[in-house]
């Protein structure tokens, strides 16, 4: 896959099958989506390709502080690697983009940036300046600018009875299994480990601080987790802390993860931890030994969660 975010670098000598969307979290029925525009990109002999927007529509018309996504930029461009398209089309998205009648949209985007042949979209897309134009104005410019448009009917798109906001709200309750099963995989953290005050250290549990730059990002309930991550090529356990650290009188959310036997320095590094359940609630322990006991105890949920 290509990722291109200037579209006058966009090779348009070649046809494409497009659809459009911002495709937040990638969720299974995304992929339904997906697969069937790559299965006809390959019948057709066009270039299977996703036009998609950053920053958020929301964040920029609505100027949404506390707009929350399930993925970065770089977390959606990986998932979507794996996926098998020919092209990734990151659009920036701006006022001014916005402001684009839909004729602008189809002409300049679709047709002459790139050169599409065949659009595959939701029965309830809109388009265009203040979302005005829908999918018969598309099929009527199909006609004229000489492109195929496949709606996906409502029934289609019901049958997989997942969306965005329903990913959202599972992870803001702290239900990981139902949020993961609607994604088709593990929700993600990616951060930059930096140095933190050394508590978990102190606790014989020493832990990771990950650091997530973009505040967009949808963090889960505060709690204990179990996870992995993928460090130096190798799969590693262990379990996580999202929260305040009540028991130390702590007064900054962090996120610190304990790594199961493995001791290697991570500072600086950026990476991935894959949530894999949610063990409890975070509590204010009575003592540092009282939380001591508690996180022997996480370890060996974790522990079990992990060898079923």
Known sequence: MITIQNISKFDNSEATAITIGTFDGVHIGHKKLLDRLINDAKI????????????????????????????????????????????????????????????????????????????????????????????????????????????????????????????????????????????????????????????????????ANIFIEEEYKLIPKNGVYTVKSTLQNSVVYGMMNIGFNPTVSGTEKSIEVHFFDYNQDLYDQKIQIDIIDRIRDEHKFNSVEELKLQLQKDKKTSLAIISQ
């Open 44 to 207: 057709l002999n066009l270039k299977a390709t996703v036009l998609t927007f950053f920053p958020h529509p929301r964040m920029i018309l609505q100027q949404d502080a506390n707009i929350k996504l399930l993925n970065t930029i770089d977390e959606k461009c990986a998932i979507l690697k794996k996926i098998g398209l020919d092209y990734l089309m990151i659009y920036p998205f701006s006022k001014e983009f916005s402001r684009l009648s839909a004729t602008e949209f189809v002409e300049e985007i679709l047709v002459k940036g790139l050169n599409s042949k065949k659009v595959i979209i939701g029965y309830d897309h809109r388009f265009g300046r203040n979302r005005n134009a829908d999918i018969k104005d598309l099929i009527s410019y199909g006609k004229t600018f000489d492109f195929h448009v496949d709606e996906i009917p409502a029934q289609e798109i019901d049958d997989v009875s997942v969306s965005s906001t329903k990913i959202r709200k599972a992870l803001k309750d702290g239900d990981v299994k139902t949020a993961n099963s609607y994604l088709g995989y593990e929700y993600m953290l990616t951060g930059v480990v930096k140095k933190g005050k050394g508590l978990g250290r102190q606790l014989s549990f020493p832990t």
